[in-house]
């Protein structure tokens, strides 16, 4: 279960508006902060990942300044339900459209995963089945899993998803943004009201002030997970996401920002 909360996070997972622009190919690029405002810094976030009163585990994302992503998922010892242990790879642009990818999960002593080779000139991705000792070895075994054929070259990926919707925490507008997921296609649905509430973490005393974030995907990722989703996040230039909520099979589960390091940053409080 647990792995079905990255690429929505990773869903959950700007003071200036900049006018709607076009990509070499005459693609309209919705406006919003420059992807250089969010990522200007290092930044590393925890969040811990919960259902119903039972917590699962935790997830762990680290940016950098060149738009790289790690995210380093994994279950909590002990639980009967799940045992995972997964990570994620991506390389945006810097309007944090994925640029490469690949995401790896650890069966007994071996890491077995997917790696995507993007021919955007091409308009299509190239999906290797991989193995390998661990996330950064070279693979023992590689073979082509799939393909799929793109309509845009702008879209993001399972982790990218996490970084595309803090350029437009301060704006007012609904963005579709073309997703690749599990090696599927679709399209996921930002709404941006600029609705500040407040909301409660377990990190901090006093609640956060952020900003409620809607939306919904058509890409049905493992366990059936697709539809509405809702989240929360830091009512500044970061929009940094702070809380999310989005159903599974077995109801709702709760992503919650519990440790961060970012130079000079705190979620701001009320």
């Known amino acids: ?32 902060v420059p992807g250089r405002v969010v990522l200007a810094d290092e930044e590393e976030y925890v969040y811990e990942v919960s259902w119903s009163f039972f917590k699962l585990g935790t997830i762990r994302i680290k940016a950098s300044t060149d738009y790289h992503a790690e995210a380093f998922i994994d279950s909590y010892e002990g639980l009967p339900m799940v045992d995972l242990h997964s990570v994620h790879f991506s390389v945006m642009d810097s309007l944090f459209y994925s640029r490469g990818s690949r995401s790896l999960d650890r069966k007994g002593d071996q890491w077995s995963g997917l790696d995507y080779h993007y021919d955007l000139p091409g308009k299509r991705i190239w999906i290797d089945s991989t193995y390998q000792k661990d996330p950064y070895a070279a693979p023992t075994s590689r073979s082509l899993k ?13 982790l990218s998803i996490g970084f595309f919707p803090r350029r437009f925490v301060q704006t007012r507008q609904t963005v579709i943004a073309p997703t690749v997921l599990y090696g599927k296609l679709g399209n996921t649905t930002f709404h941006f009201n600029r609705k500040v509430v407040e909301e409660d973490i377990d990190a901090l005393d006093q609640p956060v002030r952020v900003v409620e974030v809607e939306g919904s995907t058509d890409v049905e990722g493992i366990f059936g997970m697709t539809g509405d989703f809702v989240g929360w996040f830091s009512d500044d230039s970061l929009g940094v996401p702070i809380k999310g909520k989005l159903k599974v099979m ?17 979620p701001p409080t009320m």
């Open 250 to 266: 077995l109801g709702n589960v709760t992503v919650e920002l519990i440790k961060w390091h970012r130079k000079g940053w705190n």
């Open 1 to 32: 279960m647990l792995k079905t909360i990255l690429p929505l996070l990773l869903v959950l997972a700007s003071a200036y508006v900049l006018s709607p622009a076009t990509d070499s190919s005459g693609t309209l690029i919705p406006s919003g």
């Open 146 to 158: 799939d393909s799929l054929i793109l309509q845009d070259v702008n879209f993001i990926d399972g």
